[in-house]
């Protein structure tokens, strides 16, 4: 999903300014119920304008009275308050795994209204037998959610052209140059699906969505590195409260940083990425499950618990190696914290002493404490609640794009 932080600047026109003021109204509504005295207060704007905003914005199914609002110490009645309507639109995310699809439907207040999960193993498959089962599992979910979705975004484990249709290459899927929003198009109109087959579509890397599920739902600091893991080994920059996508879109590629220069060949054609050391088949290799199917994730966390030296050895290896890139990123970064997400974060138990030990190590230049790593309490869910929080985000920053 890309940034979504407010209109473009433009020129000014009466539509123009009508449309930022109703971003601003809805804005200032989304953090917090509020009655129409304390918007117009907030914005500047007088209370007969906030009363005409607030009354298109009510026809439009964005926000709902919701009884008397809190005292504020004044005199004279409270007016009523004004809240996002959780039937309005909502945001629909999807997710395609290596091993798993997802679907997830949110409403404007970013609650979960439906969220399923389909473990299948999509490696090589063809695009559009993928895109088929996807189209389903969102048809159902979005039955499920009982609300009218206003787009629709993709979490993909792979390199995402720049204006967010075309996958150009996820190596774990062995797909390359995919027009994703043609292809669920397809799949949703060939399952039945004719209004969500013409929601507005969007893709984007799953690393970068599940950093922007930690940014707006972790609860941590407007700086930091989130590292995650599925398949492969993903990483996402956030600066000042926005994710760093490079020139090109393609920054976070944490898993194809090299830990061993002269080290195992790498997919991608390198040597000694990562991803050779701490992604799925290597950490499954090192503990001796080479060839195992299924939730690898979910396996090594049963088996470490149940204390399997072997896979708590692999583990602890895939935790140096993680500490050692993130030391790099740190150094280059100084990022406020490191947070580990996705697999990671079910398998931390085994990886983090040994990524502290490494940072410890290799972080000597500024100050670091071992307090500044930490686990996402999104975890695995993190890509998918990107996906579709994204998409109410998108409505509040501008909510004159349900006109078009």
């Known amino acids: 999903m890309r940034d979504t932080e407010g209109l473009r600047a433009g020129p000014a026109s009466q539509q123009g300014m009508r449309r930022s003021n109703l971003a601003l109204v809805l804005g200032v509504i989304a953090r917090a119920p509020r009655s129409r005295a304390e918007v117009a207060a907030e914005t500047g704007l007088t209370r007969a304008a906030v009363s005409s905003l607030a009354e298109e914005l009510i026809a439009a199914?964005?926000?709902?009275?919701?009884?008397?609002?809190?005292?504020?110490?004044?005199?004279?009645?409270?007016?009523?308050?004004?809240?996002?309507?959780?039937e309005g639109p909502g945001g629909l995310g999807a997710e395609?795994?290596?091993?798993?699809?997802?679907?997830?439907?949110?409403?404007?207040?970013?609650?979960?209204?439906?969220?399923?999960?389909?473990?299948?193993?999509?490696?090589?498959?063809?695009?559009?037998?993928?895109?088929?089962?996807?189209?389903?599992?969102?048809?159902?979910?979005?039955?499920?959610?009982?609300?009218?979705?206003?787009?629709?975004?993709?979490?993909?484990?792979?390199l995402v052209g720049d204006g967010g249709g075309v996958l150009l290459r996820a190596a774990n899927l062995g797909w390359r140059d995919v027009s994703l929003a043609a292809e669920l198009r397809l799949a949703l109109r060939a399952a039945g699906a004719e209004a969500l087959a013409e929601l507005p579509m969007e893709a984007d890397n799953e690393a970068n969505l599940g950093g922007l599920a930690e940014l707006w739902l972790g609860g941590g600091p407007d700086h930091f590195l989130h590292v995650s893991a599925e398949a492969g080994v993903g990483g996402a920059i956030v600066v000042g409260g926005r994710l760093l996508r490079g020139a090109r879109g393609y920054a976070g590629e944490l898993g194809h940083v090299p830990v061993h220069p002269d080290g195992r060949p790498c997919a991608c054609g390198a040597r000694g990425c990562l991803e050779q050391y701490a992604g799925e088949a290597a950490v499954l290799r090192a503990a001796g499950l080479d060839g195992i199917r299924g939730d690898w994730v979910a396996m090594l966390a049963e088996r470490a618990e149940a204390g399997d030296e072997e896979?708590?050895?692999?583990?602890?290896?895939?935790?140096?190696?993680?500490?050692?890139?993130?030391?790099?990123?740190?150094?280059?970064?100084?990022?406020?914290?490191?947070?580990?997400?996705?697999?990671?974060?079910?398998l931390a138990p085994w990886l983090l002493p040994a990524m502290r030990a490494e940072l410890a190590a290799r972080v000597t230049v500024r100050p670091w404490s071992g307090e500044r790593l930490r686990v996402s309490r999104l975890g695995r869910r993190g890509p998918l609640l990107g996906a579709a929080v994204g998409v109410v985000r998108a409505i509040v920053a501008d909510p004159g794009r349900l006109e078009g």
């Open 61 to 86: 199914g964005l926000l709902v009275e919701e009884g008397p609002a809190a005292p504020s110490g004044k005199v004279g009645r409270p007016g009523t308050a004004l809240g996002l309507n959780p």
């Open 96 to 158: 395609i795994g290596v091993e798993h699809l997802g679907a997830c439907v949110v409403d404007l207040r970013g609650e979960v209204r439906s969220w399923r999960r389909q473990e299948i193993r999509n490696r090589d498959r063809r695009p559009a037998a993928v895109m088929a089962d996807l189209a389903e599992l969102l048809r159902r979910a979005t039955a499920e959610a009982r609300l009218r979705p206003a787009g629709l975004a993709l979490a993909v484990p792979g």
């Open 311 to 346: 896979v708590r050895a692999a583990l602890a290896g895939a935790g140096g190696a993680l500490g050692t890139a993130a030391a790099g990123a740190v150094n280059l970064l100084d990022p406020a914290e490191v947070v580990l997400g996705g697999g990671y974060a079910q």
